[in-house]
């Protein structure tokens, strides 16, 4: 067999390829914003996401008006337990957060997508969702029950539903599965091989998918150590891997195929079944797609580990490891934690090394905060991943400062998408926020971003300059003194008969993390932020809160394009932070601008629209198609 280098060489990955010039008009480490290789030693860099967190599920604020931090009930409800004042912080449920917080710079405007696939393809591929087409989650290779179903008279269009793939991959070809199982039933990775005769099984992707060259292969082939530990969720896969028989994947369900050394943990799977290890993480009773596999390496299967002590066990075991080899070489961890994603129940999130009692009253390590607020399991369930979530944090940056790591490393931290706000959560789960997760709201894509790195970003900053998730690509790039590739190095796909090029079109807000600037462009000006989403949200309620929609934040206001019913709702976030003014019908001139912002960018961006009445229908025009009309208090497209 091959190994992982020879893999990647194979796909034309080779240190040849990684060149490091810049893409024409970026900023590069060698000029601006080139902190790592202007210190003479490249930094460690951490990237610790969140799963499902959000906004305010945190006893940090990350709302502010007017320069002042804002508290929120949220706040206080994760900030102190059972106490009535938020200033006592007993009983804690974030103090590590905390800990970051005033160790570094708070982003009060930070954002990703509105589910879990396209911000985290993003993330890889510094690519728009609209761009890299893997608009909705992914899951089983050429799962395609979610390109035939309407919501709203809508049908989605041929979206990535094979999600990310590394460069040169094709439709049809041969890759290992991420896990297997040996005759024990102990898992393993098989070597990365695309030869056939040596054990790699065939896949066939006729869904589509986007190929792209990752940040973190850009990072390995400038010498980082690149470690990936718990969720995964680029490419498709068919787990579980619970047989000596191979199960069809695709290359990009493994993230080595995407520039890890190390693979803790990571598939094609969004969620756990059970974070409890005495249920092997759901994986005893026979298997289940939504494993986590590889833990019993380390005895986790049948124990009584949660899975979110589990996966820090494992990554702080592979930085030991490594340094400990002192190669004087930095390391990434990518540190992507399931939780808080579902599920909320007590036989599988609720564990007595996180609450006292399953008795609901009795719980005195995650109790009833008494803040007039909904308290029953679900919720005491969702404080208990955020307080696992907050204790791995703290052991991450305890091993950092006892290694004498953390003066030199950049720690960021980040979540995905909005939190969950249906399936039994508190109702305004995101408040101030509107909606939630999969939602066109902010509560569906407004993020909790913290960002340290001792001597370089001031303690306890905040910046109010609007980021996202496809950002990080150039910005970590930067920061690691390594440009982003050029051009032709980047990745295309043959998208069923189309040619797509990778382009990033994230912007590095290193500038403002070293207080070089306010703001991400050099001139100050405000920059637009796009969302597109031309899917149904299968997991979510109906209605066009949640599906079928694009948006678009400059500056102060934002703009969402209702695919549905082809109306526009416009808001002045500054003013107007839950979304609950709409101001389309009596700024008609504004809309008219940022509706044709809009549309440039989707087009330019290679958007795919929703098909109205039939998968092969017309598709939904672009938002500055045609004239617009006043209608029931709101803007619409003329027929």
């Not at 787990?239 to 943990?265: E, L, M």
């Not at 100050?524 to 694009?550: C, D, I, Q, T, V």
Request: hydrophobic share 35%; with cysteine; proline share 6%.
């Amino acid at each position: 067999m091959v190994s992982r280098r020879g893999f990647l060489g194979m796909l034309g990955l080779g240190a040849g390829a990684l060149a490091v010039r810049p893409l024409m008009g970026q900023e590069t480490a060698s000029g601006e914003g080139g902190a790592g290789a202007a210190s003479g030693k490249r930094p460690n860099i951490v990237l610790f996401l969140v799963d499902d967190m959000g906004w305010q599920d945190t006893s940090v604020p990350f709302y502010y008006r007017n320069g002042q931090a804002v508290v929120t009930r949220l706040n206080k409800r994760y900030g102190h337990g059972k106490d009535e004042t938020y200033q006592n912080q007993n009983e804690r449920r974030t103090p590590n957060m905390e800990r970051l917080a005033a160790q570094g710079m708070v982003f009060s405007n930070a954002y990703a997508c509105a589910v879990c696939s396209p911000s985290r393809c993003s993330l890889m591929s510094g690519m728009n969702a609209a761009r890299h087409r893997v608009t909705d989650w992914t899951l089983g290779v050429n799962q395609a029950n979610r390109f035939t179903s309407a919501g709203e008279g809508l049908y989605p269009p041929r979206w990535a539903a094979n999600g990310l793939q590394p460069p040169g991959t094709t439709a049809q070809g041969h890759c290992q599965p991420p896990w297997c199982q040996d005759a024990s039933g102990k898992y393993y990775q098989p070597e990365m091989t695309a030869d056939p005769a040596q054990g790699a099984v065939a896949y066939n992707m006729t869904m589509p998918f986007m190929n792209a060259l990752t940040f973190p292969q850009v990072l390995q082939g400038a010498g980082y150590h690149t470690i990936h530990v718990g969720k995964a969720h680029w490419g498709s896969g068919n787990g579980p891997y619970n047989s000596q028989t191979k199960k069809v994947a695709s290359p990009g369900a493994d993230p080595r195929a995407f520039g890890f050394d190390v693979n803790i943990a990571g598939c094609e799977v969004g969620g756990p079944n059970n974070y409890r290890g005495d249920s092997g993480y759901g994986n005893l009773s026979g298997g289940n797609q939504f494993m986590t596999p590889g833990l019993d390496e380390n005895n986790y299967y049948g124990g009584n580990v949660f899975l979110t002590d589990a996966l820090t066990d494992m990554a702080l075991k592979e930085l030991q490891r490594y340094h400990d080899l002192q190669t004087g070489k930095p390391f990434y961890l990518y540190m992507a934690h399931y939780a808080i994603h579902s599920p909320l129940g007590n036989g599988t999130t609720w564990d007595h090394t996180r609450s006292a009692s399953e008795a609901l009253d009795g719980d005195t390590m995650n109790p009833n905060p008494n803040d007039a607020l909904n308290w029953n399991a679900t919720e005491r369930n969702y404080g208990t991943l955020i307080k696992g979530m907050d204790d791995s944090l703290g052991l991450l940056l305890d091993w950092l400062e006892k290694n004498g790591e953390l003066e030199n490393t950049l720690f960021v931290f980040m979540a995905d998408n909005g939190g969950l706000s249906v399936s039994g959560r508190l109702a305004n789960a995101n408040a101030p926020a509107r909606a939630g997760k999969g939602s066109c709201y902010e509560g569906g894509t407004r993020e909790p971003l913290i960002a340290v790195w001792p001597g370089k970003i001031a303690p306890g900053s905040v910046s109010y300059e609007p980021v996202i998730i496809e950002d990080f690509y150039p910005t970590l790039l930067a920061a690691a003194g390594v440009d982003v590739p050029v051009q032709e190095a980047l990745a295309t796909t043959d998208y069923e008969g189309e040619t797509i090029k990778q382009v990033i079109d994230g912007e590095s807000f290193l500038p403002v993390l070293l207080g070089e600037r306010a703001t991400v462009r050099a001139d100050g000006a405000a920059r637009p932020l796009l969302w597109h989403y031309p899917n149904k949200w299968g997991e979510g309620p109906n209605g066009k809160a949640y599906n079928f929609y694009s948006a678009l934040r400059l500056g102060r206001w934002k703009l969402i394009y209702q695919h549905s019913d082809r109306t526009f709702e416009l808001y002045d976030l500054e003013e107007d932070i839950s979304e609950s003014r709409n101001l389309a019908a009596h700024l008609p001139a504004k809309v008219e601008e940022l509706r044709k912002i809009m549309g440039n960018l989707l087009r330019d961006r290679g958007a795919q629209m929703p098909h109205v009445g039939s998968a092969n229908g017309e598709s939904v025009p672009w938002p500055d198609e045609t004239p617009i009309n006043v209608v029931g208090g709101g803007l619409t497209l003329r027929n």
